[in-house]
């Protein structure tokens, strides 16, 4: 599988150097360059399939060209050491969790598989890189775990003063781990700045062989359009009729992964979201992208610090722009509808749904009329319910039992190093440089 940029049609590249480098110099996204078909490995599939057994075949047949199926391999079973979980709600309505992994948050398998062939990578051809990233909470804990005994790779974590979550002192760099927090004395939007300003110096991006662990990069996004394929493989003897997923838009990430996911022929017939300002509905109830009404030559590069997949999805459908109505369908969604949906879902099903699961299924319950009596409809939700304890405790009174994982990493973390001041750009500079001159590569 090749990939190309969502700006420019000429950049062409494999997934060694999307992964490495997704920080694109006329700056786009990395998107599939054309879709194969994998029909056979989604339909071989059964309940018995692992997640990680699952993902190695589909690596391998994504990136054979590039990597041997043994490395392909090896990628998935070191990321993956839990599976997502299918339950089944009623006869045609299903729930799919993805919060099983190491911190309680989709996030986990995201995070490591691309570490995961990061590092392996980098193994390879004899290279190092340095991970930049904002955080306000739990990609610090997904960090710690991914990085767990990997050579090649550190991350620069950058996050405002007191924010950190998840992390240990053997995680910190000093002390011979793999992640260096750095703390802001100022707010999220501040840190935002600071990466933004390095990302855009294409000097500094070599120099230190920069990439990212957010959906920017390509290697996130893409083990995403796995979940889907799962759930196929978990649905395909107790569902005859079409399936749709119901999930939040989020940053678009989890949406795009899954037409991935049916562009690779996974069969699914449609996706229903929450309408935002990004994606909204037309008098008729037909999906429109509203930055799609903007020429990409015309837009601001993607903000490799906190990117929206919007322009992903645009990708998708931009050589028959009607089949977006096809695969996508917004419902507007208010407060009320997702305190009502999260009641309903505890009283029918005993199901604690956090705001983005109350809010995928009250968007499934508006478009009901798309969903014939034998298909079925699979709300994903994404993170641990404890995450979103305040709206439960709102909505229902009661909150479930945090899991010991899901505490750790909501464990207030420490940083031993005094804060940065907002905007200085040559202290977060001499951080990267630290890592090379202190020699704990």
């Known amino acids: 599988m090749r990939f ?4 420019n049609a000429d950049n062409i590249v494999g997934f060694k150097e999307a ?5 694109t110099a006329d700056g786009g996204l990395y998107v599939p360059y054309a879709a194969d078909d994998l029909r ?22 994504l990136i054979n060209e590039e990597f041997s199926p043994i490395i392909c ?18 006869d045609n309505l299903f729930i799919f969790e993805l919060y099983h992994g190491d911190t309680g948050t989709f996030k986990d398998y995201g995070v490591a598989y691309l570490t995961s062939a990061l590092e392996t990578i980098l193994q390879l051809h004899g290279e190092k890189s340095i991970l930049l990233d904002v955080t306000t909470g739990e990609l610090g804990a997904c960090m710690s775990k991914a990085l767990k005994d990997k050579k090649l790779l550190k991350s620069v974590l950058v996050a405002p003063k007191g924010k950190f979550r998840g992390l240990s002192e053997e995680d910190f760099a000093w002390n011979g781990g793999n992640i260096f927090p750095v703390e802001v004395d100022g707010t999220e939007e501040d840190c935002h700045d600071l990466v933004r300003s390095i990302f855009s110096d294409r000097e500094l991006i070599e120099k230190y062989n920069l990439t990212v662990a957010n959906t920017a990069n390509i290697g996130r996004l893409l ?3 796995f979940f889907y394929t799962y759930a196929f493989s978990r649905l395909k003897k107790q569902v005859n009729g079409d399936i749709y997923y119901a999930l939040s838009a989020g940053n678009y990430g989890n949406l795009v992964s899954g037409l991935y996911g049916w562009q690779l022929s996974l069969p699914v017939n449609g996706f229903i979201v ?3 300002k990004e994606i909204q509905c037309d008098p008729v109830g037909r999906c429109v992208v509203m930055d799609g009404m903007i020429p990409v030559e015309q837009r601001k590069p993607i903000d490799p610090s906190d990117p929206s997949n919007v322009e992903r999805l645009e990708n998708v459908f931009k050589a ?5 109505h096809s695969f996508v369908f917004p419902a507007e969604v208010s407060q009320e509808d997702k305190n009502s949906a999260c009641r309903e879902l505890f009283k029918k099903y005993h199901v604690y749904a956090d705001s983005d699961t109350s809010a995928a299924y009250a968007a499934a319950l508006k478009r009901s009329e798309i969903c014939e009596d034998d298909g079925c409809v699979v709300i994903v939700a994404r993170d641990d319910p404890f995450m979103d304890k305040d709206f439960l405790r709102h909505n229902l009174g009661e909150i479930p039992e945090a899991p010991a994982n899901v505490k750790a990493a909501f464990s207030p973390a420490d940083c031993p190093r005094p804060a940065i001041k907002p905007g200085d750009r040559e202290a977060l500079i001499s951080v ?10």
């Open 223 to 225: 083990p995403q359009a």
């Open 274 to 276: 929450p309408a935002s």
């Open 73 to 90: 391999e090896t990628i998935a079973t070191r990321a993956f050491r839990t599976d997502p979980v299918l339950r089944k709600l009623d």
């Open 40 to 61: 056979r490995w989604i339909l071989y599939a059964d309940e018995n399939t692992s997640f990680s057994s699952l993902a190695g075949a589909l690596t391998s047949a």
């Open 4 to 7: 190309v940029s969502t700006r």
């Open 320 to 324: 028959n722009s009607l089949m977006l």
């Open 432 to 441: 990267l440089n630290s890592l090379n001159l202190l020699r704990i590569f």
């Open 19 to 23: 992964v490495t480098k997704p920080v």
